[in-house]
C-alpha cells in the first residue's frame, strides 16, 4: 500500500481545554506542537471554545445575542490565539500555514484537488498545514441548506459537522498512512463509565471485516463528551472512509504523545486490517 502522507492528526476541543483553570491548556498544546513536522497534516478543534473563554476573561462575561452570532465571534476570536499558540512551540525551522476548510471544499472535484494539491506541497516545502472547520463564516442555516441540495442531486454530501468528519476526509484526501484522533478518553469502551472496558483493537481480516466489527461496536457507543459534539458513535462512522483505502485509525487520549501512539507504547483504540 502506497501512502502520500504520513499522519493526519486532529484534536477535540475537551481535549485542548485544562478544565481546571478553565483556559486552553497551553501545557498540551506546546508539546504537542513540538511533536508536528511537515509529513503531518494537523486538523485543531477548540477555536469557538477557546475564543469564548478569551472573551469572558478579557470582559468578564459572555457575549449576549443569538448562539450562531455568538458562535462566529468566538470562532474568529479563538483562531487566532491558537494558531499564535502552535506557531510559538512548533520548531522554528519549520513553516506553519493556515487551513481553513468549509464543507464545499468536500463536494465540489476542483476544489478538492486544490485542497489536496495545497497539503500535499506542504511536505516539500518545509511546511506543516493547521486545519480548521471556518464556522467564522459558515451558519449553521446556509450550511444546512448547501448540504440538502448537494444531497439531493448526488445522493450524498460531506458535511463537516465537526472536526472528525474532517480529519476523516482529509486523510483520504492526502492518502494517509494513520489517522490520529486525539481526545479526552484512553479511546472507545464497551461501557463508558468503566475505563477497564477500553476495546484496544478493532481489526478484521480484511477490509470488509473490520468495517463490519467497527459497525459493531458503534453499539457500544452513547453520548458525548459536550453538547453539540456527536460523541464515538460518529467517530466510528466517519472513519469508515479512511479505513477503506488502508489507512489505521488510532483513537487515544491527549494526554500520550505522538510518538508512544504511533509506536504502539500508549494505550489507545486501534483500527486495522490485522
Known amino acids: 500500500m502506497v501512502f502520500d502522507t504520513e499522519l493526519v492528526g486532529k484534536i477535540g476541543s475537551m481535549a485542548l481545554i485544562d478544565k481546571e483553570s478553565n483556559m486552553l491548556d497551553y501545557t498540551l498544546l506546546a508539546r504537542i506542537s513540538r511533536e508536528l513536522k511537515p509529513s503531518y497534516v494537523w486538523i485543531t478543534s477548540g477555536a ?6 478569551d472573551y469572558i476573561m478579557r470582559n468578564g462575561k459572555e457575549l449576549s445575542g443569538s448562539k450562531e452570532d455568538a458562535k462566529t465571534d468566538y470562532s474568529a476570536q479563538g483562531q487566532t490565539i491558537l494558531m499564535a499558540t502552535y506557531r510559538q512551540y512548533v520548531d522554528s525551522k519549520y513553516s506553519l500555514r493556515q487551513v481553513l476548510v468549509e ?6 472535484d476542483a476544489k478538492r484537488e486544490h485542497l489536496k494539491a495545497l497539503l500535499l506541497r506542504c511536505k516539500e516545502q518545509n511546511a506543516i498545514p493547521i486545519i480548521n472547520y471556518n464556522d467564522a463564516v459558515s451558519t449553521e442555516e446556509s450550511r444546512r441548506f448547501e448540504i440538502q441540495s448537494l444531497k439531493a442531486k448526488r445522493g450524498k454530501a460531506v458535511e463537516c459537522v465537526d472536526n472528525d468528519e474532517t480529519a476523516a ?16 478518553t484512553e479511546g472507545i469502551y464497551k461501557d463508558s463509565n468503566d475505563p477497564s472496558t477500553l476495546i484496544e483493537e478493532i481489526n478484521g481480516k480484511d477490509t470488509d471485516e473490520l468495517l463490519t466489527n467497527i459497525t459493531e461496536c458503534e453499539n457500544y457507543c452513547n453520548g458525548a463528551s459536550r453538547a453539540g459534539a456527536n460523541g464515538a458513535k460518529a467517530k466510528l462512522e466517519y472513519i469508515k472512509d479512511a479505513v477503506k483505502i488502508g489507512t489505521e485509525v488510532i483513537i487515544a487520549s491527549a494526554r500520550h504523545t505522538i510518538a508512544d501512539l504511533v509506536s504502539g507504547k500508549a494505550k489507545a483504540t486501534r483500527i486495522r486490517v490485522r
Open 48 to 53: 469557538a471554545e477557546t475564543g469564548r473563554l
Open 103 to 108: 464543507h464545499q471544499h468536500f463536494n465540489d
Open 169 to 184: 476526509q482529509i486523510a483520504c484526501l492526502v492518502r494517509a498512512k494513520r489517522l490520529l484522533i486525539l481526545t479526552s
